[in-house]
Every structure is written in C-alpha cells, then in structure tokens.
C-alpha cells in the first residue's frame, strides 16, 4: 500500500525559509523509475508543480521558482524534503507530495502553510 | 515553458447528461497529458494518464483522448459524485518538467 504524508510548520513569517517533508510507504525512491514531486494549491487556485527528485537522484524544478527552492531525499528514510527561501504572503498553499514520473498517481492529504507576520 | 489552457473555466451540467472538458498546451507534449479530480478538501485523484489510459479503479464513463496538442476529457453519463473540478497536467522530457492547467470546474445544472 502507497502512502506519503506531508509535514511542516502551519505557520512561517515572511522572508523565512520553509522546509517540509514528505514520509512515504509502499514504494522505494532507490528502484529505477521512482519520482516524488511537490505540488502547492493556494486557497480557491489551480495546482502548481514546484519539484521533483528522481531515482538517480536527478532534481528539477520550476522554472519561475527554482532560485528559492531545494529537493532532497533520504532513501532510508523514505522521505523527501523540499526547501523554499524567502517566503512571502503569497506562498499561502496547501503543499503536497506526490508519486510519479509522468502523472502523479498518489498523492499526500496536503499540509496548509500559512505566511503571515 | 509549456503552457496548459483549460476551458470553460465552469461547465454546468445536469446529472446523466455528457460533460466535455477541453485542454491545450502551447506546444505538443505528445501524448504526455494526465487528467486528475479534485473534490473540496481532498488532494487530486488521477482519473487519465498518457492521454487516454485510465488509472486503477476509475469507472468507464471517463475518458480521455487527444496527442499534441489539444486534449479531451468526456465524462459521458454524469454522477452525482463527478462534480468537482478537473485538472489537466502536462510531463516534459527534458528538461523533466510538470504543468498544470488552470482547472474545469463542473458544477450541478
């Protein structure tokens, strides 16, 4: 059974730096093929693909983002920890992880990060 | 960048009639395009990868069809538990990229 569940601070100032992390089951980040992505949803908006980390240890990132942002995993743990500098109000989203190389098949419940002073 | 355009932004719909969702990237992505619901609340269920494969478990009444650029998810007969909104999303070789579309709300006629 895959799962990934995300977890970090609810609350973050602004210009601080967000780490979150998504602990995963069912699957190993090690096997060829395995991809864990971050996706972000502001309140009422589209979903926005942030990162993604490979099985080889391979990292993208958006193009509009990639300056502020960091993916990293731990295989043994099973997690993956995604980094964001300089935060801003509006980086208000549910953050969730998610499984896949081309489409996402499993995704995390999502955790609310909410950027207020 | 790729960009993926939805329309409508909002489909009403009655329930048991037919739901046509359309999505348009700037550029092909071949057949590189997945299609998720996502009801208040939850996280994004995949519904449609690789154009038109349906994941594990999704009923028939969903299909999806389409390469290059302009693509299609047709709900063909719909329930009261397909009213959400849906997402397109686009995967790009090289570099490894991902986009989403801006979403298709489908709401109750």
């Known amino acids: 059974q895959v799962t990934l569940r995300e977890s970090g601070p609810a609350l973050v100032k602004p210009t601080q730096t967000l780490t979150l992390t998504c602990t995963f089951s069912?699957?190993?980040?090690?096997?060829?093929?395995?991809?864990v992505s971050w996706i972000r949803q502001p309140p009422g908006k589209a979903l926005e693909w942030l990162a993604l980390i490979d099985w080889d240890d391979d990292k993208y990132y958006s193009t509009s983002l990639k300056t502020r942002l960091t993916i990293s995993k731990d295989t043994s743990k099973n997690q993956v920890v995604l980094t964001m500098t300089n935060m801003d109000p509006v980086d208000t989203a549910t953050y969730y992880c998610?499984?896949?190389?081309?489409?996402?098949?499993?995704w995390g419940q999502g955790t609310l990060v909410t950027v207020s002073s | 960048e790729i960009v993926m355009t939805q329309s409508p932004a909002t489909l009403s719909v009655s329930p048991g009639e037919r739901a046509t969702l359309s999505c348009r990237a700037s550029?092909?992505?071949?057949?590189?395009l997945a299609w998720y619901q996502q009801k208040p609340g939850q996280a994004p269920r995949l519904l449609i990868y690789g154009a038109s494969t349906r994941a594990t478990g999704i009923p028939a009444r969903f299909s999806g069809s389409g390469s290059g650029t302009e693509f299609t998810l047709t709900i063909s007969s719909l329930q009261s538990e397909d009213f959400a909104v849906y997402y397109c999303?686009?995967?790009?070789?090289?570099?490894?990229?991902?986009?989403f579309g801006g979403g298709t709300k489908v709401e109750i006629k």
């Open positions: 550029q092909s992505v071949s057949s590189n």
């Open positions: 998610a499984r896949g190389l081309y489409s996402l098949d499993y």
């Open positions: 999303q686009q995967y790009n070789n090289w570099p490894r990229t991902l986009t």
């Open positions: 069912g699957f190993s980040l090690s096997t060829s093929g395995m991809c």
